[in-house]
């Protein structure tokens, strides 16, 4: 006998574990989904370490999930899930399964403890993955038995259990007993509480795998299942030949994703018949189904999918509870002879940290696969840009080797190509919703505003088609985009009248006394309050070859003046010397303020106005330059 390691759990496991066990009953479904992707996730791994290594697929054929529920008349009830995938060294049991690697777990436990709203908390396990841990929303004790895949580090892997109950705060890790059971891979068994044995039901089971999975695994998902069914009855040996204990697991080819996969192994009388001349009799049928017989959403048909089978597939596959605004799902070829299938996805927000993280693009959200094989979801210095870089994207190229690395993907340029392929779908996507859904439209100006700013600022190739889909208030309406702008102008009108101050509202902004004048006279003018607008439009300059003309700087043009030019300047230094000595003193006055003092006819009702240079800072970079200083 082996001594039992015993472990304590990390303070952050402990409070995680209380806050899944105590507050999130309602989503007690999730511990599948999570368990499922987690299989999934230890089998990509493998399939990718074995294009290398060849040896870690050793100790089990097939790559496969399976899942069986046993019920007990005299015990707890139990589910089973196992994987082929590669498996946990004890030390790896003790790290994974014991301690917090997860950045993000700490920011989702401040969250979810100050949240008292649980479907709230629904949400942020999705958005976090709260994975294993989920385990315990369902069981009272898991085991989780582990052989690692062989491979030169570990030639010799051995089997072992992490164990752990629900209201220990420590867990244990051992040799298994039974020995190496499993050739390779992971088997999870839950110790159902007593509440959750509804989950051993096998329509339960189907349900929240057909739900949350079928369209997450590449690898078949095997789901035990027993049914009854009437056989003739006229040889003996029918139920004794037939009926065994144990169910032995699938030993099915996994590339089989077409087909569905039946395998009947054993059956058990469970009533004879007692009208003997009829010479049936009812046997319960043990079977593995197949689950995920389909094949992958994305290289199916689209006119076969439903709108549900796309949403299902985004919140299986990027863990977002929320529906997708959006997807296009299309067939490209690279240009360099790599035909893929794609689909992109329009999530309905954006994460939290998107405009606190850096400007450098990254883009852990596009799965790249080959022949449905996951390789990467980091593309490197191939990365999306930073306004693109929140698309959720599922690409499966054909004509790569399934053993390309990085490297060559770079230097096949396919990278590259799929990323402006990826941009302009994107493109194309977002401004199909601009000319046919407004509804739709109106929620993306929401979310992402802000966002096609900032594209239009970064992406110099895409300025104008970014800039197209920006909407903007003004002083006649509340969302005008720029072209809405140029048919609006006034005879004459040879600029594009703005005025911007940061943080200020469209109501304020309305009042300023640089507005009043042009509205007076019936132009328009946008009212520039969010943060990169300003940025914007100096990126820009102008429009359709109008200029922009910032209404707070000199150089304003009316373009319908009445008076004539020579007759209003003449006026103008009539007026200049009439008020010499008042402006002489003003200008004295306030010399380290402003650089001069001018009589103007740019107001209506205000007596004076500050006005920045045509080209100095404005009054609000001015403010941020300030704030920066000090
Ligand atoms: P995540 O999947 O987001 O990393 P989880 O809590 O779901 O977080 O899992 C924690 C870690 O435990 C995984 O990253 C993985 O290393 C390990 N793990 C979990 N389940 C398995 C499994 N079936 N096979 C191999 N490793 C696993
Ligand atoms: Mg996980």
């Known amino acids: 006998s082996t001594p039992k390691q015993k472990y304590d759990y990390q303070s952050d496991v402990a409070r995680l574990r209380k806050i899944v066990i105590n507050s999130l009953y309602s989503h007690r479904d999730v511990f599948l989904r999570e368990l499922i992707s987690n299989a999934n996730d230890a089998l990509e791994k493998l399939r990718l370490t074995a294009l290398t290594e060849r040896e870690v697929l050793e100790g089990a054929e097939n790559l496969n999930i399976t899942v069986k529920a046993v019920k007990s008349e005299d015990g707890p009830g139990r589910i089973i899930i196992t994987d082929t995938g590669i498996g946990m060294t004890p030390e790896e049991l003790t790290q994974n399964l014991g301690t917090l690697a997860k950045s993000g777990t700490t920011e989702f436990l401040q969250k979810a403890e100050s949240s008292t709203d649980t479907s709230g908390t629904g949400n942020l396990i999705g958005a976090f993955g709260l994975g294993f841990y989920s385990s315990f929303l369902v069981a009272d004790h898991v085991y989780v038995a582990?052989?690692?895949?062989k491979s030169s580090r570990n030639p010799e892997p051995v089997q072992h259990i992490f164990s752990s109950s629900a209201d220990d705060s420590s867990f244990e890790v051992y040799p298994d007993p039974r020995g190496n059971t499993l050739g390779r891979g992971t088997e999870i068994t839950l110790v159902l509480k007593d509440d959750a044995l509804d989950y051993l039901e096998t329509f339960r089971l189907t349900d929240m795998i057909n739900k949350h999975s079928s369209f997450s695994s590449s690898f078949p998902v095997y789901l035990f299942t027993q049914r009854l069914e009437t056989v003739p009855d006229d040889e003996e040996e029918t139920a004794t030949t037939t009926a065994s204990e144990e169910v032995a697991t699938p030993s099915i080819q996994s590339e089989s994703d077409e087909d569905e996969v039946v395998i009947e192994e054993a059956a058990e009388p469970l009533q004879e018949k007692t009208e003997k001349n009829l010479k049936t009799k009812t046997v319960t049928v043990d079977e593995w189904v197949q689950m995920n017989a389909q094949a992958p959403i994305w290289t199916r048909d689209p006119k076969s999918i439903t709108d549900e089978e796309y949403e299902a597939f985004y919140s299986a596959t990027w863990k977002d509870?929320?529906?997708?605004?959006?997807?296009?799902?299309?067939?490209?070829?690279?240009?360099?002879?790599?035909s893929f299938r794609a689909i992109i996805y329009i999530p309905s927000r954006l994460d939290e940290s998107y405009w606190r993280e850096g400007l450098e693009g990254s883009n852990k959200d596009l799965r790249l696969m080959v022949k449905r094989t996951f390789i990467t979801n980091s593309l490197g210095e191939d990365a999306l840009p930073k306004w693109a870089s929140w698309v959720k994207v599922v690409v499966d190229a054909e004509d790569l080797p399934l053993n390309v690395s990085r490297e060559t993907l770079q230097s096949n340029k396919f990278l590259k190509q799929l990323k402006s392929i990826i941009i302009r779908r994107l493109l194309q996507t977002l401004t199909r919703i601009q000319e046919e859904d407004n509804e739709k439209f109106e929620k993306l100006q929401e979310v992402y505003g802000n966002v096609f700013r900032l594209g239009a600022v970064e992406d110099v190739k895409n300025r104008d088609?970014?800039?197209?889909?920006?909407?903007?208030p003004t002083t006649q309406r509340n969302s005008t985009s720029l072209d809405e702008y140029l048919e609006n102008k006034k005879q004459g009108q040879k600029q594009i009248f703005y005025l911007a101050d940061m943080g200020k509202s469209e109501a304020d902004l309305a009042k300023s006394v640089f507005v009043e004048k042009l509205h007076a006279r019936g132009y328009e003018v946008f009212l520039f309050g969010q943060p990169l607008d300003e940025v914007f439009v100096q990126n820009l300059r102008r429009w359709k070859k109008v200029p922009f003309q910032d209404v707070a700087k000199a150089g304003l043009k009316f373009g319908d003046e009445e008076t004539d030019p020579e007759e209003e300047k003449a006026l103008q230094r009539q007026l200049t010397e009439e008020y010499k000595p008042l402006l002489d003193w003003l200008r004295k006055e306030s010399t380290d303020i402003v650089r001069d003092v001018i009589i103007s006819n740019r107001l209506v009702t205000s007596s004076c106005a500050i006005v920045a240079d045509a080209h100095g800072y404005t009054a609000n970079i001015e403010k941020m330059m300030s704030a920066n200083n000090n």
């Open 146 to 149: 582990s052989i690692a895949a």
């Open 465 to 472: 088609k970014l800039a197209t889909l920006c909407r903007f």
């Open 321 to 338: 509870h929320d529906k997708p605004l959006a997807w296009h799902h299309f067939t490209g070829d690279s240009g360099s002879g790599v």
